[in-house]
């Protein structure tokens, strides 16, 4: 058994998460898996207890299920054989069978484990409400390329109505991989492709995807964020696993149709659900419509999440105190980094037209984001506001950071080398060391 947390930690995790919780409360995600999750009993069980957690923290969750491996299961013990082309199953009168019974014994499976409410456990008094029905009306792919597949079909339309006012009761929605056609016929559709038209109908904040596996750089590094550019240009290159490949190009679809954000997350990570929602820089990938990530001049309105920044290196004695008061007045001399609404970095540069100089000072990045380059980036905006002011020389005082500064191509200088406005306001109590910098 895991050891608990210490209690300071416990309690400064619980604070970290309250944002989400206000930003995700009344919000409508998508969460969408395949069969594969349910192979592995225990494994499901605490995805169940995850989505359990969300539903308490009032998200409005669709839950979208997919049964390739069951399907195939009950194909072979039927004695029969599986049929592919093109990526896609072909859906005969006997695999349909086997579609129908996969369904159906895994709604009932799901129903039964968000039901539970065993005392001790993570269901105790959760009491949720599962609404599953025909929310999905299909219609056969047809024939492509000369093959006729049959019972596999495709979304044509999604009740939205329907599901919007089981969410409004209260109520956890549960869409199968199955679609009705108006003349009473049933086809096996792709929970991929159910769950981006679940999530565009609906206009999700988010749309969540279990996965095998997630895109990598050239490390091997999970690649936390793309655009929905970036992460269709991935799938056309190819490498990914088949599933991977399903996935993006129906987030990107679903991207194109107005979802917020789709987050690719491994099903072979244990509680990747709630990693991935509720810590900053998750453990999956979060594929965007456009960039998250933006430079620009500070507003008034970034001042709380600029003393959010500040004030923990002011505790530590490495930045100069500031009044909120100080920060607002000033605020025209402040650049930050917005990363997916929130600021996770900032800086100022102080200009001394006299002197041909400006001072690049308050340097604050979030502890997780300090090896993004936020810095870096920082400094190059503050250098290019310097340059287009006619000034020569950036400066910067500092009693934490000296090698930072040196790798930034700064020297060090004597306060004799500050500007006689700034000489006369230099602390020798606190001892800065002074960088200097031509631009």
Request: hydrophobic fraction near 45%.
């Amino acid at each position: 058994m895991a050891a608990p947390l210490p209690p300071e930690a416990f309690v400064h995790w619980l604070r970290q998460v309250a944002p989400y919780v206000h930003a995700f409360r009344g919000r409508t995600f998508v969460v969408a898996f395949g069969g594969e999750l349910f192979t592995e009993r225990t494994r499901f069980l605490t995805f169940v207890h995850d989505l359990n957690l969300l539903a308490a923290l009032g998200i409005r969750l669709v839950l979208v299920h997919g049964a390739r491996p069951q399907i195939e299961a009950a194909v072979k013990a039927k004695g029969a054989r599986s049929h592919y082309a093109q990526g896609l199953r072909i859906t005969d009168e006997a695999a349909l069978t086997a579609v129908k019974e996969a369904a159906g014994l895994l709604r009932i499976e799901i129903e039964a484990v968000l039901s539970q409410g065993l005392p001790n456990s993570p269901m105790a008094g959760s009491q949720i409400r599962v609404n599953s029905g025909n929310f999905i009306t299909a219609r056969p792919i047809g024939v492509r390329k000369g093959i006729d597949f049959q019972f596999t079909g495709a979304v044509r339309k999604v009740d939205a109505f329907a599901i919007r006012g089981a969410l409004d009761a209260g109520e956890v929605v549960l869409v199968a991989h199955v679609g009705y056609s108006p003349t009473g016929e049933v086809f096996n559709l792709a929970w991929e492709d159910v769950a981006q038209n679940v999530a565009a109908a609906l206009r999700a904040e988010k749309l969540l995807m279990f996965t095998d596996k997630l895109p990598v750089n050239r490390r091997g590094e999970v690649l936390s964020e793309l655009t929905a550019h970036e992460a269709d240009s991935l799938a056309r290159k190819g490498g990914l696993t088949p599933q991977t490949t399903r996935a993006i190009e129906h987030a990107v679809e679903a991207l194109n149709a107005g979802v917020g954000r789709v987050h690719l997350v491994s099903r072979r990570v244990p509680g990747s659900l709630l990693l991935e929602l509720f810590t900053a820089t998750g453990v999956g990938t979060m594929i965007s419509a456009d960039q998250l990530e933006k430079l620009r001049p500070a507003r008034i309105e970034d001042v709380g999440g600029m003393l959010a920044l500040i004030e923990p290196l002011e505790a530590e004695g490495t930045l100069v105190k500031r009044s909120r008061e100080l920060l607002e007045a000033e605020i025209g001399n402040f650049i930050v980094v917005e990363h997916d609404g929130a600021i996770r970095g900032c800086a100022a540069l102080y200009p001394f037209p006299d002197a041909k100089s400006a001072e690049f000072a308050c340097l604050a990045v979030a502890p997780d984001y300090r090896d993004a380059g936020y810095g870096e980036r920082l400094l190059r905006a503050c250098e290019e506001r310097a340059k287009s002011q006619k000034l020569r020389k950036v400066f910067a005082m500092t009693t934490h950071a000296a090698h930072w500064f040196l790798e930034q191509g700064f020297r060090p200088a004597e306060v004799a080398a500050l500007p006689s406005q700034r000489q006369a306001l230099y602390n020798w109590r606190r001892g800065s060391k002074v960088f200097l910098k031509r631009i």
